[in-house]
Each structure stands twice: as structure tokens, then as C-alpha cells.
């Protein structure tokens, strides 16, 4: 008698992002479990669909389990959505997938829009490894801890921060990762006043502080790893010192360059020599 679990993923913002498999599924289970079922109802009238709703959302889910497992090993296939975007992505819904697969009850992803993985195929930084990590503490102390544990992380990181703290959030990152950090800012992803940006930390804090617009809406930042820094560093020291080789000895373009910036001599010295002789 068992039946099947759907995690349903909805649209964040633009209603053409549902899928048509999307809509076949939550016209066709039992019920709907939605993370608010006033904000889900309007997105059920849009598209014409009349399964009933209940809600589950962080207060209630633990106390819910019970009945809607109940519901799947009787038979009754129900579709788990939150508000906007992926179920169990800094949503509700683990608890739930968790109890359904204790049951044995399978359990089915039906795969659409996601703000963080929409915000990274965006902003322009390394996609090859990245790590997730929701929303910050909204105390600042906790949240320059959990800051400094990640300062030294050399993968992408994606967090969600809620308007009331994005400048606040920002200043602390680039207290603890640098102000010269590289950032993606993507705020109301696939909404009418989308921003999608690409800068350093320092910058950022100071784009959000001039303009309180950029201080509303669903953000997402995605920071570019501790490498991903040095890379950058590295990139401009090239391009200083190629432009110095253009007009002075790598002895003394290295040397300009090392007063400059306050890299080492040697380290200077030694990669004037790789692009001079690169060059050749």
C-alpha cells in the first residue's frame, strides 16, 4: 500500500520556471504539504490546481510527521513544496523525507528552481566546488564565528541573508574573509527588480549602504574561496608587472612592483623573470 513522497520544487519568483511535470504531479498526489498553504494556494489557483493543502513548516513539522507518513504507507501519494524554489534548501521538509525513508517509502525529487544554484551559474565564480551555508546567526558575535571558521575555505561559498541584516552580514565578511574578497550579490532572482552583480566585499558594503533598494528582497551572496582571493591577487600582480617589462629591466620591474604592493623581492624577481621570458 505504500506510496510516494514528491519533493516538488516551485518557482522563486517568475511563474514560467514551473515545470510541466511539476504541475502533472501536484494535480495528481493526494495531498500537498506546503511550507505556508495561503502563500501555496495562490500558486494552485495560477495554475488550476485543486489537491488539498496542509500545512508543514518549522513548528509543526515534527508533529505532522506521524500523520503524513501515516497517509503513505495507506496509499495516498503526497508532494512536499515550500514557499518558493527547492524543499529542505534552508526550507522545511527534512524531517519529513527522513521519516519516509525510515518507512521505506520512496521517495521521489521533482527537481526545478533553487535560488543558491541559480545565484552561482551567475556571479561568475568557480562552480566546481562550492558549500552551502544558509543563513548566517543574526547575533553578530555567532556570526563572526562561524565567519572566521570559514575565512580559510578555498571552495565557493553560498549563503542566504535576509534584508534587515545584508549590510551588517557584508561588513562582517569583509572584516573576516578581506575587503577584497570576490562576491556575487544576486537579490530577487527571476523577480522584476533582479540584481545580479559581481565585486569584492569592500565594494559591496559600500553599493548596499548608498542604496537602500539593494537592502530588500530574497539574497543570495556567493563568496569566492580563499584561492580564489590569492588568484586574484595573483592576476593583478601580472598584470603590474607586465606592464612595467614593457619599459624597465625585470631587475627593476620587479623591484617597482615589490615596493608597490609590499610583495616580497624575491617573489617579484622571480615572476618577472617567468612572464619576460614567457613574452620572448
Same mark, same amino acid.
Given at each position: 500500500?505504500?506510496? +510516494?513522497?514528491?519533493?516538488?520544487?516551485? $518557482?522563486?519568483?517568475?511563474?514560467?520556471?514551473?515545470?510541466?511535470?511539476?504541475?502533472?504531479?501536484?494535480?495528481?498526489?493526494?495531498?500537498?504539504?506546503?511550507?505556508?498553504?495561503?502563500?501555496?494556494? /495562490?500558486?494552485? *489557483?495560477?495554475?488550476?490546481?485543486?489537491? $488539498?493543502?496542509?500545512?508543514?513548516?518549522?513548528?509543526?513539522?515534527s508533529n505532522k510527521i =506521524?500523520?503524513?507518513?501515516?497517509?503513505?504507507?495507506?496509499?495516498?501519494?503526497?508532494?512536499? #513544496?515550500?514557499?518558493?524554489?527547492?524543499?529542505?534548501?534552508?526550507?522545511?521538509?527534512?524531517?519529513?523525507?527522513?521519516?519516509?525513508?525510515?518507512?521505506? #517509502?520512496r521517495v521521489i525529487p521533482?527537481?526545478?528552481?533553487?535560488? @543558491?544554484?541559480?545565484?552561482?551559474?551567475?556571479?561568475?565564480?568557480?562552480?566546481?566546488?562550492?558549500?552551502?551555508?544558509g543563513f548566517l546567526a543574526?547575533?553578530?558575535?555567532?556570526?563572526? /564565528? +562561524?565567519?572566521? %571558521?570559514?575565512?580559510?575555505?578555498? &571552495?565557493?561559498? #553560498?549563503?542566504?541573508?535576509?534584508?534587515?541584516?545584508?549590510?551588517?552580514?557584508?561588513?562582517?565578511?569583509?572584516?573576516?574573509?578581506? @575587503?577584497?574578497?570576490?562576491?556575487?550579490?544576486?537579490?530577487?532572482?527571476? *523577480?522584476?527588480?533582479?540584481?545580479? %552583480?559581481?565585486?569584492?566585499?569592500?565594494?559591496?558594503?559600500?553599493?548596499?549602504?548608498?542604496?537602500?533598494? &539593494? &537592502? *530588500?528582497?530574497?539574497?543570495?551572496?556567493?563568496?569566492?574561496? @580563499?584561492?580564489?582571493?590569492? =588568484?586574484?591577487?595573483?592576476?593583478?600582480?601580472?598584470?603590474?608587472?607586465?606592464?612595467?617589462?614593457?619599459?624597465?629591466?625585470? %631587475?627593476?620591474?620587479? &623591484?617597482?612592483?615589490?615596493?608597490?604592493?609590499?610583495?616580497?623581492?624575491?617573489?617579484?624577481?622571480?615572476?618577472?623573470?617567468?612572464?619576460?621570458?614567457?613574452?620572448?
Open positions: 500500500m505504500s506510496a +510516494q513522497l514528491f519533493v516538488v520544487a516551485t $518557482p522563486i519568483g517568475h511563474l514560467d520556471d514551473m515545470s510541466y511535470r511539476s504541475i502533472d504531479v501536484l494535480k495528481s498526489v493526494s495531498l500537498i504539504a506546503a511550507e505556508d498553504t495561503r502563500t501555496s494556494a /495562490q500558486l494552485m *489557483k495560477h495554475f488550476n490546481i485543486s489537491t $488539498p493543502l496542509t500545512a508543514c513548516h518549522e513548528h509543526n513539522e =506521524d500523520i503524513l507518513v501515516q497517509k503513505l504507507l495507506n496509499g495516498e501519494d503526497i508532494a512536499l #513544496i515550500s514557499d518558493a524554489g527547492t524543499p529542505l534548501i534552508s526550507d522545511p521538509g527534512f524531517k519529513l523525507v527522513r521519516a519516509a525513508q525510515a518507512n521505506g #517509502i521533482v527537481p526545478g528552481a533553487c535560488a @543558491a544554484i541559480a545565484a552561482l551559474s551567475a556571479v561568475g565564480l568557480p562552480s566546481d566546488r562550492f558549500s552551502f551555508q543574526s547575533k553578530q558575535s555567532q556570526r563572526l /564565528q +562561524q565567519l572566521e %571558521k570559514l575565512k580559510d575555505e578555498t &571552495q565557493t561559498l #553560498i549563503f542566504y541573508e535576509a534584508p534587515h541584516r545584508i549590510l551588517d552580514s557584508v561588513k562582517d565578511m569583509a572584516a573576516v574573509f578581506g @575587503a577584497d574578497r570576490p562576491v556575487g550579490f544576486a537579490r530577487e532572482i527571476t *523577480k522584476t527588480f533582479e540584481t545580479i %552583480k559581481k565585486m569584492t566585499l569592500g565594494e559591496l558594503a559600500e553599493f548596499i549602504a548608498a542604496d537602500h533598494h &539593494q &537592502q *530588500k528582497g530574497e539574497i543570495v551572496l556567493v563568496v569566492g574561496g @580563499a584561492s580564489e582571493e590569492k =588568484d586574484m591577487e595573483q592576476e593583478k600582480l601580472d598584470q603590474l608587472l607586465q606592464r612595467l617589462l614593457q619599459d624597465l629591466s625585470v %631587475k627593476a620591474a620587479s &623591484q617597482l612592483a615589490a615596493d608597490l604592493t609590499g610583495i616580497k623581492k624575491k617573489i617579484a624577481y622571480q615572476r618577472a623573470l617567468e612572464l619576460s621570458q614567457a613574452a620572448e
